[in-house]
């Protein structure tokens, strides 16, 4: 997603209590970096971060990362996660199981290493990369799929939602061909008996323009 510049995104994560500056420093280590010691999830492309602090304020029990590559776009995030965590009545000084990071997906195992132990990982709206020549910057490529297992339990979930029919059809395969089992999957997400689902920017856009939203649940085969 293109995002304007925002000046005042460095600014305000600089002093965040919730932004890791430094993530190679907590490879190994991320379950120290939370007050509380409890589950460890993980969203890639977290965007605006509509999903992450959602999850934050419904899911106390669990510590959740959340990753993007651009500096701007998790600016907005912290605005957004401040700013439900506030309409909540908790306030902002009460978020402690969310914590931000900014780092290119393609080199994640250099921040996150098989001690940290991911117990559920979070896909919502990547790009899909149509075009052939682009589909192995896809996060759900085989490539990628193979790094995701150096850090995930081996009961892990991931969590796969996209717009794109492509992109999930050839997802399914992709998940497949890399030994990952699919325990759930739906082509239209608002009419199945998903149950937490949690909408994002982008899922509300695309299922108010009449698309349905594709959705799987996958882990490793035992």
Same mark, same amino acid.
């Given at each position: 997603?293109?995002?304007?510049?925002?000046?005042?995104?460095?600014?305000?994560?600089?002093?965040?209590?919730?932004?890791?500056?430094?993530?190679?420093?907590?490879?190994?280590?991320?379950?120290?970096?939370?007050?509380?010691?409890?589950?460890?999830?993980?969203?890639?492309?977290?965007?605006?971060?509509?999903?992450?602090?959602?999850?934050?304020?419904?899911?106390?029990?669990?510590?959740?990362?959340?990753?993007?590559?651009?500096?701007?776009?998790?600016?907005?995030?912290?605005?957004?996660?401040?700013?439900?965590?506030?309409?909540?009545?908790?306030?902002?000084?009460?978020?402690?199981?969310?914590?931000?990071?900014?780092?290119?997906?393609?080199?994640?195992?250099?921040?996150?290493?098989?001690?940290? @132990?991911?117990?559920? *990982? #979070?896909?919502? %709206?990547?790009? =899909?990369?149509?075009?052939? +020549?682009? !589909?192995?910057?896809?996060?759900?490529?085989? @490539?990628?799929?193979? *790094? #995701?297992?150096? %850090?995930?339990? =081996?009961?892990?979930?991931? +969590?796969? !939602?996209?717009?794109?029919?492509?992109?999930?059809?050839?997802?399914?395969? #992709?998940?497949?061909?890399?030994?990952?089992?699919?325990?759930?999957?739906?082509?239209?997400?608002?009419?199945?008996?998903?149950?937490?689902?949690?909408?994002?920017?982008?899922?509300?856009?695309?299922?108010?323009?009449?698309?349905?939203?594709?959705?799987?649940?996958?882990?490793?085969?035992?």
């Amino acid at each position: 997603m293109r995002i304007r510049k925002k000046k005042w995104a460095a600014p305000e994560l600089s002093v965040c209590d919730f932004f890791i500056k430094n993530p190679e420093e907590h490879r190994g280590r991320w379950r120290e970096a939370f007050k509380k010691a409890q589950p460890l999830h993980l969203e890639i492309g977290c965007g605006k971060g509509g999903f992450a602090g959602q999850l934050a304020l419904k899911r106390p029990d669990v510590n959740l990362l959340a990753v993007d590559i651009k500096l701007d776009m998790l600016g907005v995030g912290r605005r957004t996660i401040v700013k439900l965590f506030d309409e909540s009545g908790k306030g902002a000084d009460s978020i402690d199981n969310v914590l931000l990071v900014c780092y290119n997906v393609e080199q994640l195992d250099r921040i996150i290493a098989p001690e940290d @132990r991911i117990e559920r *990982m #979070y896909i919502n %709206f990547c790009n =899909p990369w149509p075009r052939d +020549r682009h !589909k192995k910057r896809r996060l759900t490529y085989p @490539r990628k799929l193979e *790094m #995701y297992k150096s %850090f995930l339990t =081996p009961d892990a979930e991931i +969590r796969f !939602k996209t717009d794109d029919d492509g992109l999930f059809e050839e997802s399914v395969e #992709y998940f497949e061909q890399s030994g990952y089992e699919i325990t759930y999957i739906t082509r239209d997400l608002h009419n199945s008996d998903v149950t937490d689902n949690l909408m994002t920017e982008h899922e509300k856009m695309f299922s108010d323009e009449g698309i349905p939203i594709k959705y799987l649940i996958a882990r490793q085969k035992s």
